[in-house]
């Protein structure tokens, strides 16, 4: 969505949310150790996920619907953005 593409411009090539959870896809492997990144990952941990089949991809568990995955996965953007 628009603030994955604002937030992280040369990280992050998309983003998903369907019933089963959503997904950030990472233009390269590199980009999941940018500080901001490793320490969001660190906070939110226990709901998520790596899949590396076709990209990295940082996989987010399903918060219930749509909607709530979609503001779970804005606060770990946001939490990365605001990381110095």
Known sequence: GDLTKQTFPICLS???VGANGGA???TSLKMLGDSRI???IDK???DLSFDMTSAP??????????????????KFL???ASFT
């Open 14 to 16: 998309g983003s998903t």
């Open 24 to 26: 950030l896809e990472f």
């Open 38 to 40: 490793s320490a969001a």
């Open 44 to 46: 939110y941990a226990r």
């Open 57 to 74: 991809v940082l996989k987010f568990r399903s918060m219930g619907n749509g909607g709530k995955t979609m503001i779970f996965m804005t």
């Open 78 to 80: 946001k939490f990365a």
